[in-house]
């Protein structure tokens, strides 16, 4: 296979083929994001796609998911992706779930009618970035959205019946707006509705404006105890049912993993023997992105 740089996917994706179709993201601005900061945004060629689909034709017959690499392939035509989802039906017949990352602006560009036939096409889960529910935090790392956006794009998603796994980012308010990140966060979360909540937690990069305003003070990143308030305060005020949560990246602290409403108390517990000293957190230098 032949990509264009590092690839990054999430990490229920390690199984699947993964086809790069965009280079970078389109937006490429949000101040914590390192992920694509050395790449600029282009749609690679239709016969870069092509031969990237008849090399996992050949080799990858046993795989049965495909995640569309790199930050938003949902940005690209409908017409485009529609001719992308036929390809892959074609020359991949046992894959049976296609996933990419979707951010808001692009999920809304998408009428539900347009979702929903890159749905019966095989679209079966969009991995959207929320990072945050509370707008000043939003507005100050540039994600250029607002909560009533995000939620409006995740009404569409949930319209179309397509799958929508949502990141959330512990810490990314500072200490400063700690709690209520977290607060608005679980608010805005509730109002997706999403099927799943994957919350990562902070850890700035040198290569971001960010990672530069936490080196020079001007960012006060919350500790793990602050880390852990914020997990609890998400776990207590997340009213959206049945999810899936997951804290189980290896960013964070304290792994969990379980369904709401079903497992909060038992959530809930393990946060509180973190906070008590009880439960062993994950050490500084174990923690990744
Ligand atoms: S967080 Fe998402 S939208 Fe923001 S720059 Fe990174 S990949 Fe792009």
């Not at 790069?20 to 060629?45: D, L, M, P, W």
């Not at 999920?107 to 889960?125: M, N, P, Q, S």
């Not at 397509?162 to 990314?172: A, D, E, H, I, Q």
Request: hydrophobic letters at 40%; a positive charge; glycine letters at 6%.
């Amino acid at each position: 296979m032949n990509y264009d740089g590092d690839i990054i996917r999430p990490p229920s994706e390690a199984n699947s083929i993964i086809l790069q179709v965009t280079v970078g993201c389109s937006h490429n601005r949000c101040t914590f994001c390192g992920a694509y900061k050395e790449k600029k945004f282009r749609i690679r060629s239709q016969e870069e796609v092509l031969d990237n689909i008849a090399f996992a034709a050949r080799y990858c017959g046993k795989q049965k998911r495909v995640f569309l690499a790199d930050g938003d392939v949902l940005i690209l035509s409908q017409k485009r992706l529609v001719a992308l989802f036929e390809l892959i039906r074609e020359n991949l017949p046992q894959v049976n779930r296609i996933a990419l990352y979707g951010n808001a602006k692009a999920i809304r560009a998408k009428t539900v009618d347009e979702l929903k036939e890159l749905k019966r096409l095989g679209l079966h889960r969009i991995y959207m970035g929320l990072e945050s529910g509370a707008n000043e935090v939003l507005a100050a790392v540039k994600k250029d959205e607002t909560d009533k956006s995000m939620a409006l794009a995740a009404c569409r998603a949930k319209k179309a019946g397509v799958f929508l796994s949502v990141t959330v980012l512990l810490g990314l308010g500072g200490v400063q707006n700690s709690l209520h990140h977290a607060r608005e966060t679980a608010r805005v979360l509730s109002l997706m509705e999403p099927k799943q909540i994957a919350a990562l937690c902070l850890m700035p990069l040198s290569n971001t404006d960010l990672g530069r305003q936490y080196q020079e003070g001007t960012f006060e990143l919350p500790d793990s105890t602050g880390i852990l308030l914020e997990l609890q305060e998400l776990l207590l005020n997340i009213t959206c049912y049945p999810v899936q949560f997951m804290a189980n990246h290896a960013s964070n602290y304290l792994p969990l993993s379980g369904r709401l409403p079903r497992d909060r108390e038992a959530m809930l517990n393990s946060v509180k023997m973190a906070l008590l000293g009880n439960q062993p957190l994950v050490p500084e230098r174990f923690r990744a992105l």
